[in-house]
């Protein structure tokens, strides 16, 4: 299965700033995407990175708050832009490997909080 | 509209006895994936198992066991013989239509007490 790994693992913010969170996998993948996961809930599928292209986000997020970028197959970032306190949570990138599982996995996340 | 519902929000057990996770799902694509991770206190998410809507199959991985029912659009998960190891949270998910886009549920939180 990809290895994934993610910076940084948490950061404290204030509110109005932006946090850079960096998602790498340790081989080449088509699709990655970016969850969060707010403070006792479930996840939330935020967007689909696709590399040489604009990221594609779901109902209820937009590009100006959630900047993403995919340079290549083994890396993407999201940014949280203008943070305020409603945005502390824990933010996971996870990519879909097609090889014997088939499946979806998931970073460690990266635990944010905004005063 | 695609939805998963774990009406369990918590189940304590004592170790050794046996526990069932409840997962219901919906939606009208006839092709779709069903998913359980694990979420342990640390935070990440592992994942435990992948089945295709053509696969009705019920499947046994050591004391873990799924029972996909698609008569009743459900895929619950048993353990058995529960241990402390497996206190944690459970997130059953759906991947409707194959686009590899996650609908979680809510989890259920486990916690196995010795």
């Known amino acids: 299965s990809a290895v994934i790994s993610q910076k940084p693992s948490r950061d404290i913010c204030q509110r109005g700033t932006s946090l850079t969170i960096q998602c790498q996998v340790d081989?080449?993948?088509?699709?990655m995407f970016w969850y969060r996961q707010q403070p006792g809930q479930s996840l939330t599928l935020i967007a689909t990175?696709?590399?040489?292209?604009?990221?594609?986000?779901e109902s209820g997020f937009v590009i100006d708050k959630f900047p993403i970028s995919r340079p290549n197959l083994t890396f993407s970032t999201l940014t949280v832009s203008n943070l305020s306190p409603e945005d502390s949570s824990i933010y996971l990138c996870?990519?879909?490997?097609?090889?014997?599982?088939?499946?979806?996995?998931f970073g460690p996340g990266t635990r944010l909080t905004v005063l | 509209a695609q939805k998963v519902t774990q009406a369990q929000t918590e189940i304590s057990v004592v170790e050794k006895e046996d526990v069932t996770l409840d997962c219901v799902y919906e939606t009208r694509d006839t092709t779709y994936y069903l998913f359980w991770y694990k979420q342990p206190p640390s935070g990440e998410l592992v994942f435990l198992i992948r089945r295709n809507s053509f696969d009705e199959q019920n499947e046994i991985s050591g004391r873990y066991s799924w029972n996909f029912q698609k008569s009743t659009s459900s895929f619950n998960f048993t353990i058995t013989a529960s241990q402390v190891v497996d206190s944690a949270v459970y997130f059953c998910?759906?991947?409707?239509?194959?686009?590899?886009?996650?609908?979680f549920g809510a989890g259920t939180r486990l916690a196995v007490h010795p």
């Open positions: 996870s990519v879909w490997d097609p090889g014997l599982t088939d499946t979806q996995y």
């Open positions: 081989s080449q993948v088509t699709m």
């Open positions: 998910a759906l991947d409707s239509g194959g686009y590899n886009k996650l609908i």
């Open positions: 990175a696709n590399q040489g292209s604009e990221a594609t986000y």
